[in-house]
């Protein structure tokens, strides 16, 4: 399947980590899995690729240009520097929405008393780019829900400019964080909405690139 031949894909995968003090940090469930398959099912295409991978173990093919990140800015940073090249982003990565607002030098000692740790909101990598994208440009973004997920998957797509979204809910069984399969539904732009069974999160991939191919 070469149609992706000839086009750079930019895609980013797994959690983010955000700093509290030297040795902790505010993070979620994300393996990575979903986004590294669909990194590979890219190359597979013929696409040239960039991963920007927070801290994931999943490792990737010599042929994925990898950059490992750690926290929201760095992965920030790292697409924006890029977003002119590319022609096609899947932004599949669970990036934290908040951060410590202030990081301690020195790890935080244990007090009696509680503790309470300011939050702000990190960058929207995918609004950033929704805001700044060219008409050949494609924006893929993933929204993972837990109730009414179709409303706030729709809500994503318009408010942050994608031409698609892709939904999974945490209320499928075998869906979302860690597992080996997932079961996605895609929104586009013109309200089309295609729906998927349970797979393997390599045949899900497929569906998801497939999808992007022939939108319109
Ligand atoms: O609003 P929510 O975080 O659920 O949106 C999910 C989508 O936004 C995903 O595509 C995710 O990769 C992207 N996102 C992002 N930067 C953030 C938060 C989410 O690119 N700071």
Do not use: W
């Not at 070469?2 to 469930?29: M, Q, Y």
């Not at 690729?49 to 994931?56: D, M, N, R, W, Y």
């Not at 503790?115 to 780019?129: C, G, M, N, Q, R």
């Not at 698609?164 to 013109?190: E, M, P, Y």
């Amino acid at each position: 399947m070469p149609e992706l031949r000839g086009k750079k894909v930019l895609i980013t995968a797994g959690p983010t980590h955000e700093p509290i003090d030297p040795v902790r940090f505010i993070s979620n469930h994300s393996s990575g899995k979903m986004g590294i398959a669909i990194a590979e099912e890219a190359v597979a295409n013929g696409a040239e690729v960039t991963l920007i991978c927070g801290p994931s173990n999943v490792k990737s093919s010599k042929e994925i240009n990898r950059i490992n990140v750690q926290s929201a800015q760095n992965m920030f940073d790292a697409v924006m520097a890029e977003q002119q090249e590319y022609d096609v982003f899947i932004l599949s990565a669970a990036v934290a929405d908040y951060r410590p607002k202030f990081v301690a030098e020195n790890k935080i000692k244990k007090k009696d008393t509680q503790l309470t740790i300011e939050l702000e909101s990190t960058p929207d990598i995918v609004a950033a780019l929704g805001s700044k994208k060219r008409e050949d440009q494609v924006l893929v973004g993933f929204a993972l829900e837990t109730n009414n997920e179709l409303e706030n998957a729709k809500g994503k797509l318009t408010k942050k400019n994608c031409d698609l979204i892709v939904l999974n809910s945490l209320q499928d069984a075998g869906a979302g964080f860690g597992h080996d399969t997932n079961k996605v539904s895609i929104l586009d732009r013109h309200n089309n909405i295609s729906t998927f069974e349970l797979k393997s999160k390599a045949e899900v991939a497929k569906d998801i690139l497939r999808t992007i191919i022939a939108f319109k």
